[in-house]
Structure formats: structure tokens, C-alpha cells
């Protein structure tokens, strides 16, 4: 669990790499986990967690007492950490507990996290000096010390707790560096306060790659370019190209898509391939996403053969996102093309995929295409859906192709996919426009045999028609009409 997670869920361990994009929004209204969200938590630390919430704070030591129960060292971890919401009371019971054993390093990191997240930083130092009295102080303790004052707005002191690191004889590292422009960056609007300390530091630590994935997430989170250019081409300089540097780049190149300068991020990409430091997956999951979602059928395709070309291998989700924009934009040589190839990624097209194509297929009127296609969709088992299949049978008629409409009535029915009422209905009027009346009663038959409704619109529609064409037509009719009342009842 990363030190920039501390604020909702306790844990001074921390990872020697924060980045900001892990971190929560701090002002958010904060609600502290209790041991109502821990069905773990072990039954005596469950009844000191109760004590400490119901007990006031100066009658905490002889209720403590008063248990019989003696503290141990994972008791009083497992205490501290769900007793956020109760910062003295946890106090008297760190003393109370300290009697019985010497507490461990992560004990006092997370009393210094509990105070500082509540605010109480003139306790908060106490225990940093007791701390160093012990010998205990590390990097993690002044990790939570810069997340605890910049969530409270006070970056002045979370700069100055930095400055003063040596005099408590921990190490100003450029890992210290980034877990207090990580705490900075966390919160809204602060960029220039980051930036400020960043420059006055970077003289004195080298920042490394991590360093700048900070910054250029933060200028994400803002959507600001051109500081994202500058912060990028200054890590360029400083620590050259490097692979490993992955999310600084998915950072900078989200905020050149987001920023709609999809055109420069193209050429830096291409660029960065012969540099071999390509963007992850999880940037072209997102950009993909992005441009979907701005319909631009311009940037998508070239982006996507980038991604695939550097190497990265799309999965099935992108491909039907992909598909989806190039199919509401009536697309289809483009839409084929990825159905072909994905195969080849180990992407298999789902019924998402073949529905899409096929309703691009239906509205475009490409009649031969759209038969073919059924063909395909039933042999791969991924059908049309019931919308789809209406849609189609419309189509068909219109474009007086009865023979495929009747092809996917016959499906659905055999299938028994349902609901066939509508489609069944358009059927027999498509049928019914073409004159082909003996098919209609046919069928009328089938679908009354099947317990499908005919509307009572249908109904007057197929009668006109019927006793238009004379006698035995209307004969016809009046015993279609006659079974069709009995369904009724």
C-alpha cells in the first residue's frame, strides 16, 4: 500500500516511487475507516475500538485497565488503525499500551498519521521528537507529515517539515522530494506551489523520472499543455528517454488528446517509438476512449495502427470501441478491417462487434451485404439481436429483398427468440405491400400457430389489401381474421 493512501486507509508503508495518480482527492468531505468496516478485525481489538468511541478520554485509562487484557504489539496496530475518527482517546491508548511493550516504528507512524489527518499537529510533532528520541524516524513519518499539511492547506509548513528533515537525521532524498510534490500536486489548483518547491530543489536533489511523472500528471489533472510541453522536454534533457519513465509519458500524451492537440501527440509518438519509450496500453485505452467519445473519426485509425505498431497488443474492449465510432460513422471498410485482423491480436468479436456492423450494414441499405453477413453472424453464433433483426427485416422488405426478411423471421422463430412480435408484424405488411398475399395468409397462420400477435393495425392493413384483390381473397381473409379472434380470447 503506497504512504500517499494513508489518508483513507492507514498504513505508513509507503512505495519508494509515489506518483500522484494514485492518490485520492483529500478534499473530499474524509471519512476514516472504523471497525464497523473491518469484519477481520480480531475480537479484542474489536472491544478496544468499542471502549475508545465510548469512552471519554479522561475516563480511557481505567476503562483500558479495567479489561484485564494485556496490549500486544499487533493489538495496538490493529487498534490505532481504525480509531482515526477518535485522535485522543488514541493517545491515552498508545501511553497505556507503551507500559506493557516497546511499540514498533509502524505503531508510531501511524499515531503521527492519526494526529496529523485530524489535524492536531503540535501532538503530531510531539510524537515525531519521540520518535527520534527511539531511534524510529524514517522517510515514511515525514511522508505522512507532508500529506497531513498539504490535505489541511498548508503547504508553507509541509515545505518547511521537508527543510528540516536533516535536523531529525532523515535524508533529503529525491524520494522525500517526491512524496512532497506528490502531496502538493494531490490537491486542487496547488501546481505552482509544486512547481515553486521544484525549482528551488532540483539543484540541490536531481530529480529523476518519477519527479517529473508528478509534475506532468498534475498538469493533467489541469489540462494545461503547454506547461505539460515544457515539464516534458525539461525531463528529456535532464533524464534523458527511458522506458521505465512509462507514466510520465501516459501522462504527457493524455494531456496532449485531452487538450485536443491530437496531431502533436501523433508526432511525439512516433518519436518516442524510435526512442523505445512507448506510451503503455492503459494511455491507449484511454485516448482511444477519449476520441470515441469526441467522435473523431480523423485521429482514431492512425492512433490505433501507432498502438499496434509499437508493439502493444488491443483487446477486445478497445476493438468494439473502436468498431462502435467507425460504424456511427458509417465506416464500414474501415469496421470490416478490424473485424479481420482482430483475430490475429487474440481479440475474438463478440456479439457487441457483429451487431454493430450489422446495424451499420441495415442502415446503409446494403442489402447484399446484410444477408451475407446474417450468414456469418448465425454460423459464429453471435445472432442479431431482436432490435437489430426488426430494423433488417424493414430494410428488406423496402428494398424488396422478402426472401432474406423471411430468412431472419425463420431464425427467430425456430429459435424462439423473442420478443418476434414486432418483427413478425412488420413481415407480414412488408409482404403485404409486394402483393404477395397467399405468403401473408401463410405466415399469419404460422405466427397464430405460434401464439405471436398479430396487431389489431396489422390486421386492417392486411384487409384492405385483401378485399382489394375480390372474392376469394377476401374469403381468405375473413378466415385469417376468424382464427385470428379466437388468439384473441
Keep these: 500500500m503506497g504512504a500517499d493512501s494513508i489518508p483513507e ?134 511522508v505522512s507529515v507532508f500529506s497531513s499539511y498539504c490535505a489541511a492547506d498548508r503547504f508553507s509548513d509541509a515545505i518547511k517539515s521537508f527543510h528540516d528533515m536533516d535536523q531529525y537525521g532523515v535524508q533529503q532524498d529525491v524520494v522525500a522530494v517526491n512524496s512532497l510534490l506528490s502531496a502538493i500536486c494531490r490537491q486542487d489548483n496547488q501546481m505552482s506551489v509544486a512547481v515553486e518547491f521544484f525549482d528551488r530543489i532540483k539543484s540541490k536533489i536531481p530529480p529523476d523520472g518519477d519527479t517529473y511523472a508528478i509534475l506532468l500528471e498534475g498538469w493533467e489533472k489541469q489540462g494545461n499543455v503547454a506547461k505539460a510541453k515544457a515539464t516534458f522536454g525539461e525531463m528529456v534533457i535532464s533524464v534523458g528517454w527511458n522506458p521505465a519513465n512509462l507514466s510520465a509519458y501516459d501522462a ?15 508526432k511525439f509518438l512516433q518519436v518516442m517509438k524510435g526512442h523505445n519509450c512507448f506510451p503503455g496500453l492503459s494511455f491507449f485505452s484511454n485516448a482511444l476512449d477519449f476520441l470515441v467519445k469526441q467522435n473523431d473519426l480523423t485521429h482514431i485509425v492512425p492512433f490505433w495502427d501507432i498502438m499496434v505498431g509499437g508493439g502493444l497488443v488491443p483487446n477486445l474492449i478497445m476493438y468494439n470501441a473502436v468498431i462502435g465510432l467507425l460504424c456511427n460513422n458509417n465506416d464500414l471498410d474501415n469496421a470490416f478491417r478490424f473485424l479481420d485482423e482482430m483475430v490475429f491480436y487474440g481479440a475474438f468479436p463478440d456479439s457487441s462487434t457483429y451487431n454493430m456492423i450489422f446495424q451499420c450494414l441495415v442502415r446503409n441499405k446494403r442489402v447484399r451485404d446484410v444477408g451475407n453477413f446474417f450468414v456469418e453472424m448465425i454460423k459464429n453464433e453471435w445472432p442479431p439481436t431482436c432490435s437489430n433483426s426488426l430494423l433488417a427485416v424493414k430494410m428488406l422488405l423496402e428494398e424488396e429483398d422478402p426472401e432474406m426478411a423471411i430468412d431472419i423471421w425463420h431464425y427467430m422463430a425456430e429459435n424462439c427468440v423473442s420478443p418476434i412480435d414486432e418483427t413478425s408484424n412488420e413481415l407480414l405488411i412488408g409482404l403485404c405491400n409486394l402483393g404477395r398475399l397467399l405468403e401473408v395468409k401463410r405466415f399469419a397462420e404460422r405466427m397464430l400457430d405460434r401464439r405471436i400477435k398479430l396487431f389489431e393495425s396489422t390486421m386492417e392493413k392486411l384487409k384492405k389489401a385483401f378485399y382489394k384483390e375480390g372474392r376469394s381473397f377476401r374469403d381468405k381473409y375473413d378466415s385469417l381474421s376468424s382464427k385470428w379472434k379466437v388468439a384473441q380470447m
Aim: proline share 9%; hydrophobic share 40%; aromatic share 12%.
Design 9 to 142: 486507509k492507514p498504513n505508513p508503508d509507503f512505495p519508494t516511487k509515489p506518483h500522484s495518480n494514485s492518490i485520492p482527492n483529500n478534499l473530499q468531505p474524509r471519512r476514516f475507516p472504523t471497525h464497523l468496516d473491518a469484519p477481520d478485525i480480531s475480537p479484542t481489538a474489536r472491544t478496544f475500538c468499542q471502549l475508545l468511541t465510548r469512552t471519554s478520554p479522561l475516563h480511557i485509562e481505567s476503562a483500558l485497565s479495567s479489561t484485564g487484557i494485556v496490549p500486544t504489539s499487533d493489538l495496538l496496530q490493529q487498534v490505532l488503525a481504525f480509531s482515526y475518527n477518535h485522535p485522543f482517546s488514541a493517545i491515552k491508548f498508545f501511553r497505556w499500551a507503551s507500559r506493557s511493550f516497546k511499540p514498533s516504528a509502524y505503531a508510531w507512524n501511524l499515531m503521527v498519521d492519526l494526529l496529523g489527518k485530524n489535524q492536531s499537529f503540535e501532538s503530531m510533532w510531539e510524537f515525531v521528537r519521540s520518535m527520534k528520541e527511539e531511534g524510529l524516524l524514517s522517510l515514511p513519518t515525514f
Design 252 to 266: 504527457f500524451f493524455t494531456t496532449l488528446v485531452r487538450g485536443a492537440h491530437t496531431d502533436e501527440a501523433l
